[in-house]
C-alpha cells in the first residue's frame, strides 16, 4: 500500500522541549516537504529537501531542523527555539529531479500542541 | 511572496448547485494546481494546469487560468455535501526551484 505516513496524529509538548515529527514514504519519491498550517490560514513551507543529504530552508525555518539520511523518511525536529509552535504539520513528497513543480502527495499531518 | 489569495474565503451553496472558487497571484508561473482538504487532513490533489493551457476540466471539475490577470478559477459541478472541505489553489514559479506557493484558501460548505 503505497503513500506518505506521518506518527504521531497528536504531540503534546512543553515549552522548552525539542520534539520530533516523523515523515515516512514508500512512494520512491526524491522530493519531500515540510509545511507548516495554522487554523484557517494556507500552508507555509518550513524545509524542503530534492535529494538525499540535502535540504533547504523554506519560508519559516528558524526554530526548526530537518535531516535526509534516507530517501524515504524526513524527520522534522520543532526545537525550543521555535517560539510559537502550536500548529498543524504536513508533510508531503513529490517526484522530484528537476524544477518543474511537480504534484505533490501530502500525508495526514501532526497536529501539535505546546502545553 | 508568490503566496496566491484565493476568493471568496468562505462558500455556503445548496447541494445541485455550482461552487466557483477563484485564485490571484502575483508572479509568472509554470503551472497552477488546486488541492482539496478535508478538515484536520492532508491535502489531496485535483488538478493541475500549465501555463500555456487556459482550461481544464476532470470529472465534475473545470478550472481556467488567465496568464494576463494572473488568476484562475475552480469550478465544482452539480456539487455534493462530499464537496465540504477547504480549497487551495498552489502555484509553481520560473525562480528555478521545485516549490509550490500555497494560497489561503477557501472554506466551500455544501448544504444538504
Known amino acids: 500500500d503505497g503513500g506518505i505516513t506521518q506518527s504521531p496524529k497528536y504531540l503534546f509538548r512543553k515549552e522548552g522541549q525539542n520534539v520530533t515529527l516523523s515523515c515516512e514514504q514508500n512512494l520512491n519519491h526524491d522530493a519531500m516537504y515540510w509545511y507548516r498550517q495554522d487554523p484557517g490560514q494556507g500552508l507555509r513551507l518550513i524545509y524542503y529537501?530534492?535529494?538525499?543529504?540535502?535540504?533547504q530552508k523554506g519560508d519559516i525555518a528558524e526554530g526548526y531542523s530537518v535531516s535526509r539520511e534516507k530517501k524515504e523518511s524526513f524527520p522534522l525536529t520543532v526545537t525550543s527555539a521555535q517560539k510559537n509552535p502550536t500548529a498543524f504539520y504536513l508533510c508531503?513528497?513529490?517526484?522530484?529531479?528537476?524544477?518543474?513543480?511537480?504534484?505533490?502527495?501530502f500525508g495526514p499531518g501532526t497536529r501539535l500542541t505546546v502545553l | 511572496s508568490q503566496q496566491g489569495e484565493e476568493d471568496p474565503q468562505a462558500l455556503s451553496i445548496q447541494e445541485g448547485e455550482n461552487a466557483t472558487m477563484n485564485c490571484s497571484y502575483k508572479t509568472s508561473i509554470n503551472n497552477l494546481q488546486w488541492y482539496r482538504q478535508n478538515s484536520g487532513r492532508g491535502l489531496v490533489h485535483l488538478i493541475l494546469i500549465r501555463s500555456n493551457e487556459r482550461e481544464k476540466h476532470s470529472g465534475r471539475l473545470r478550472v481556467t487560468l488567465d496568464t494576463s490577470k494572473k488568476s484562475s478559477s475552480l469550478l465544482i459541478t452539480a456539487s455534493r455535501a462530499a464537496d465540504t472541505a477547504s480549497y487551495f489553489c498552489?502555484?509553481?514559479?520560473?525562480?528555478?526551484?521545485?516549490?509550490?506557493?500555497f494560497g489561503t484558501g477557501t472554506r466551500l460548505t455544501v448544504i444538504p
Open positions: 529537501s530534492q535529494i538525499v543529504n540535502d535540504f
Open positions: 508531503a513528497s513529490s517526484i522530484g529531479g528537476g524544477y518543474t513543480g511537480d504534484t505533490q502527495y
Open positions: 498552489a502555484t509553481h514559479d520560473q525562480t528555478g526551484a521545485n516549490n509550490l506557493f
